[in-house]
């Protein structure tokens, strides 16, 4: 069987698992609700070498994953919906390695492998939730590596796999996928915080007009960059900092900022209490709204519950 069947088989396994699962399809979909909704156990732990583990429910008691903590964020929700995907697709139980071979990425994997990676892609990157992080973004479709990268940012997903999921959602072709494959998400996020490039774990987050209202998911150490025309923030709530972390400030690639200009770029800390509101005045009446919430350190089973 071909990575065709294998998407073929995920996009419609990962609608049934939207609607068994209640699921809104619309917007950032939080894998690790899902997960306890079907009744699998999540547990997290540095496994090196390894991506995930699935044990299905065939030695008794329930089912249950085990997630690299030593991933960040994003890469641990594909991998969560990956163990889903094992586990809605009746897989048994499955280690997942970082690389599944020693080839091309996908080469020589073993069809319920495949399965299980469309699954994922699908199952957090449905139609309707691309189309809403687009809006966002003020697109109709990429047109860059970076206009994915920030699709990616409002999606809660790796900038690779997103990449590939867009040929699937017939956005972009093959030989776009392949060029912005070889695009570095470093240098795009970068690029996308005035030069100051936010830690290996971290990302950069482009707020634009469209954003308006929404929630943004971040973690410690991402930075939130105000695209606004005329805007400036307004009073930085409690863990919010115009300044990079200082454990991972890193040496800018383009020209630093006037001393005197305003700031745009803006850092998160763990310091973030809750779901937190920041606003942005346009011209001294237009107020540019969202909410930023912060998302837990992973590690042992309580912290996948929020």
Known sequence: MSWNAAHGVAMIAAAQAHE??????????????????AGVEVVGQ?????????????????????????LEEVSMRHTAAHELGHHRLNHGTSIDHQAQSAGRWGEGWPQHERDAEAFASWFLMPRPAV???????????PQSASDVYRLARWLGTPYATTVRHLVRLK?????????WLKHSPGVLKAELA????????????VLLPAAHGATLHVSAGDALHLAVPHARYDCLPQGLDPSPPAAEAQMSFLDAPEPHSPVQTVWVSEEVDGDTTVTATADDTAVFRVTVRLVPQRRGSDHFRT
């Open 131 to 141: 189309r809403t992080a687009l809006k966002r973004c003020q697109l109709q479709r």
């Open 46 to 70: 540095d496994l090196g070498g390894l991506l995930g583990l699935y044990v299905d429910a065939s030695v008794g008691g329930l089912p249950g994953c085990l997630v690299n903590t030593g």
């Open 171 to 179: 956005m972009i072709d093959r030989q776009t996928e392949a060029l």
């Open 194 to 205: 005035d030069g100051s490039a936010p830690g290996p774990r971290s990302h950069t987050h």
């Open 20 to 37: 068994a699962l209640g699921v809104s399809v619309d917007d950032y979909i939080d894998v690790f609700a899902a997960l306890r909704q």
